[in-house]
């Protein structure tokens, strides 16, 4: 007899499979942010969140859990069955730059997660104090190599992006510049009006008020593109003529190992009309959240390059986390 159960087991097996992913989502499901309510892949799940539940028929709820720059959520993830309806706000931090940062991690950004594909990225606005005596990028850069120790720059601590989008710019142009970090974005921000520090890296949605006050001059974008939210700043790359300079806080969704295919694909699928809604766009442009798709297998490749990319980074910055 216990053959034959064998037997009809491995039978229905496939059946199974093939039933739960042809009516996924069968209950709610659970979105982990690897960071607490405000931060940019909780903006991004918070404004998608209501197109998501509307279009899946179920709830799409939101669970912040943040600490250890993002690797409990990560693990979480990671450990959650493939059934579990259970996925992940990735971020440039879990799923790119921890893996460098971190000397220990219970996961690995490929192998532990199924990338079910890029939604949003946040760019950073390179902006100098006014007494800096500098009026373009160029003119910023003959200036660190000239002045003697550099010029230092705040961020909102080591190894964040506002951080690491400084290092890649260091390295790239050859300069050499001082890091300042604070315990947040708000205070470094507050350094640098004070005249404490010469330059950020600042988010948009913090900096484009302060620029359009006349209080900071902003000299580039970080992102691979000019922001819709200030379209007039070229890129980095533009300006300081640096090709492939490129750094922005990016999140997409990702699942457990092993999640059906066709659960990503309805997922997938999902999110990509969510984003075409006119109040998510309206959200992520009040937030300086700009749109960014990409299929499943393009977002797993842009995982493993930004791990490469960021890795270097993280090295000649000399930058860890225990």
């Known amino acids: 007899m216990r053959p034959l159960r ?13 039933t739960l992913a042809q009516q996924y989502p069968a209950r709610p499901v ?49 450990k959650a069955a493939p059934d579990d309806h259970t996925v992940m706000m990735a971020t440039i931090g ?18 532990d997660f199924t990338p079910m594909g890029l939604v949003g990225e946040s760019p950073n606005a390179l902006v100098i104090h006014p007494r800096v005596p500098a009026n373009s990028i160029q003119d ?43 315990k947040g974005a708000a205070e470094a921000l507050g350094a640098l009006l004070g005249g404490q520090t010469d330059l950020m890296f600042a988010s948009l949605s913090s900096s484009i008020p302060l620029i359009k006050a006349g209080r900071l001059k902003a000299f580039a974008v970080t992102g691979a593109q000019r922001s819709p939210s200030i379209p007039e700043l070229p890129t980095v790359a533009e300006a300081a003529g640096l090709p492939g300079y490129a750094a922005a806080a990016w999140s997409g969704m ?36 700009e749109i960014r798709t990409s299929t499943p297998e393009a977002f797993a490749r842009f995982i493993e390059s930004e791990m490469q990319k960021w890795a270097k980074v993280v090295k000649a910055a000399g930058v860890k986390a225990h």
């Open 140 to 182: 910023l850069i003959a200036l660190a190599k000239s002045k003697l120790g550099g010029l230092n720059y705040g961020s909102s601590g080591s190894g964040t992006t506002v951080h690491l989008s400084a290092e890649l710019f260091s390295v790239m142009t050859g300069i050499k510049m001082v890091h300042v970090p604070f």
């Open 254 to 289: 990702v699942g457990p190992a092993g999640v059906p295919r066709q659960a990503v694909a309805t997922l997938h699928k999902t999110a990509l009309a969510a984003l075409d809604d006119a109040d998510v766009k309206k959200r992520f442009f009040a937030s300086g959240v």
């Open 94 to 111: 879990t799923h790119a730059i921890n893996h460098s940062l971190y000397s220990k991690l219970s996961f690995h950004p490929i192998r």
């Open 30 to 78: 659970r979105v982990l942010i690897p960071f607490t309510a405000g931060s940019a892949a909780d903006i991004i799940a918070r404004a998608m969140e209501p197109a998501m539940r509307e279009k899946l028929g179920q709830p799409f709820v939101i669970d912040n859990r943040g600490g250890a720059g993002g690797n409990i959520a990560a693990e979480l993830c990671a």
């Open 6 to 18: 064998h037997l009809v087991l491995l039978a229905l097996a496939p059946v199974s499979c093939s």
